[in-house]
């Protein structure tokens, strides 16, 4: 039987540029949703499905992110590692590579939320013969998209509908032998997924679900009012 798994890497460094005008005193993992930092959320989905071992790779401000560690009651055991201030995402997750161990792990973002089942995440991830499994979602389109036919005339307007594509969302499950593809100075997103698709050891977990990014002033005042509402998808996962 497989053992569980119970520990999570949460990338916590960068900068947040589109956030910096709005909020330019913390760093982005720290941005503020119903009275709690986006970290904290992103925790809580995480230790509602069992997790109680985060390692958080700190880089811009991270004696902030420390400070709210030290003065917070957080479910689990929480690892604060300085990854470097300009360390890219691949980086970080290598810089950890001790802290993990040899056991199956996941990965995310600080700054993303989604309704996702962990646990099927992980049944799938397990099903394959992957090094690593990557969460796919279809964004809300930012803008409404007009329908038009053959004579450029316009049968109709679709308010904000779904991407047809599928982007990466984050929430991974990675085995140990990622960190073969990583090096301090890779972008997570970059050469090291493409290598793993290129060798066939790269799935992805199809979620059709809740899911946003916390990318701009915009999306943090959406969230909120998710959260004010009463409606807080990501809190039901």
Not at 174 to 193: K, T
């Amino acid at each position: 039987m497989a053992e569980p798994v119970d520990t999570v890497v949460i990338l916590c460094g960068g900068r947040g540029t589109r956030l910096q005008e709005d909020v330019p005193a913390i760093p982005k993992p720290l941005v503020d949703i119903g009275g709690r930092p986006i970290l904290w959320h992103v925790m809580e989905i995480y230790a509602r499905h069992g997790f109680r071992r985060f390692v958080l790779c700190l880089g811009y401000k991270g004696e902030l992110i420390e400070d709210f560690v030290a003065g917070t009651e957080l479910a689990g055991e929480v690892l604060c590692v300085d990854t470097g201030l300009d360390t890219p995402t691949g980086g970080r997750v290598k810089r950890v590579a001790e802290h993990v161990g040899e056991q199956t792990f996941c990965t995310t973002y600080a700054d993303g939320v989604a309704d996702i089942d962990l646990d099927e995440l992980i049944e799938v991830h397990r099903r394959h013969d992957a090094l690593a499994t990557m969460t796919v979602v279809r964004p809300l389109l930012q803008f409404g998209v007009t329908e038009l036919d053959g004579d450029n005339r316009v049968l109709g307007f679709h308010e904000k509908p779904r991407s047809e594509r599928w982007i990466n969302g984050g929430f991974f499950c990675f085995e140990p032998g990622v960190f073969d593809y990583l090096s301090d100075s890779s972008v997570l997103e970059r050469e090291p997924l493409e290598g793993l698709a290129a060798d066939g050891r790269l799935r992805a977990y199809r979620h059709t679900g809740f899911w946003e990014c916390l990318d701009t002033y915009k999306d943090a005042l959406q969230l909120n009012d998710l959260w004010e509402r009463g409606d807080a998808p990501w809190m039901r996962s």
